[in-house]
C-alpha cells in the first residue's frame, strides 16, 4: 500500500490556529466572572473561587488599596464595629504607603494581593503578569511579617497568566460571591447595603472598596456609610464577619457572632 501524502496547512492557518490556542488560554478563565460559574468551580476545602467558606461566616473585603486619604476611615469604622477584614493591596500603592499597610496588619486585618497595578486584562502578558503578582505578594511579606495567602485579579476577571502567576507565587484566588457595586458614582449607602445583602448567605465573601481609586470620585463613601447595617444584619442572622483567613473556621466556641480572632 503506498503512503498518503497529506498536503501541509498554509503557515498562515498554523499561526492562525496557533493564536487562537493562546488566546483561549489566556481569556477562558475569564467565565469565572459569571457568579455561576464561579459557584460551579468554586468548590474547595477551606474557602472556594467564588469566597464561599464556613457557613456561620461572612468574609469581608476590600480591594484597590491602601488609600491614605480613605482607608483610615474604613479602619476606624471596622475598629468601631469590632470586625476585622481583608484588604486586597495593589503593590504599587503599598509601596507608596507602607506605613498605612502595617497599620492595617497591626490592627488585625489581613494584606492580600490584588496585583501591582489595577491593569486591564485583555492582552497577553504571562511573564509580566508572574512578576507582578510575586513582587506584590513579596512585598505584602515584607510590610506585615507574613507572607500572604489570596490573590484577586484587577477587575476580577481571571486569565490564563493571572491564574498560572497566583499559582507560581503560591497564593489562592479568591473572587467573591457578593458584591456592593459601590464604585459607581450612583452608589449610595442604601444601595450598596440593597445590593450586598440580595441573596446573602452563610458562607459568603463579600467585596467592597476601600477607595475611589478605580472608582468614581468619592464613591467609598458609599461603601464606608453601607458598613454597619452591613455588619448588623449579618449578626442578626447569626453569621460572624471576618477575615478570609478565619473563613474556614467555625464561629467562636461562645456563639457569639461578633467575636473574632485577631
Known sequence: ????HLPRPPARS??????????GWHIAPAATWLPQVRAALGAR??????????PGRVALTFDDGPDPTTTPYFLLALEQLSV???FFVLGERLARHPGLGLRIVAEGHELA??????????TPRPGRDARDVLRAATLVHRVSGTYPRWYRPPYGILTGGRLAAAR??????????????????????????????????????????DTDACGAPGCWRAALGAL????????ARGLAVGRLADHGRPTAPDGDAGTLAR
Open 1 to 4: 500500500m503506498r503512503p498518503v
Open 14 to 23: 498554523v499561526a492562525a490556529l496557533a493564536a487562537l490556542a493562546v488566546a
Open 45 to 54: 476545602p477551606g474557602v472556594g473561587l467564588d469566597g464561599r467558606g464556613h
Open 84 to 86: 476585622r477584614a481583608t
Open 113 to 122: 494581593v490584588h496585583g501591582w497595578r489595577h491593569d486591564k486584562p485583555w
Open 168 to 209: 507560581r507565587a503560591g497564593l489562592s484566588t479568591v473572587l467573591w460571591s457578593g458584591w456592593g457595586r459601590d464604585w459607581t458614582a450612583r452608589a449610595t449607602p442604601d444601595s450598596v447595603f440593597t445590593e450586598a445583602t440580595r441573596g446573602l448567605r452563610g458562607g459568603a465573601t463579600l467585596l467592597l472598596h
Open 228 to 235: 454597619p447595617a452591613l455588619v448588623a444584619v449579618c449578626r
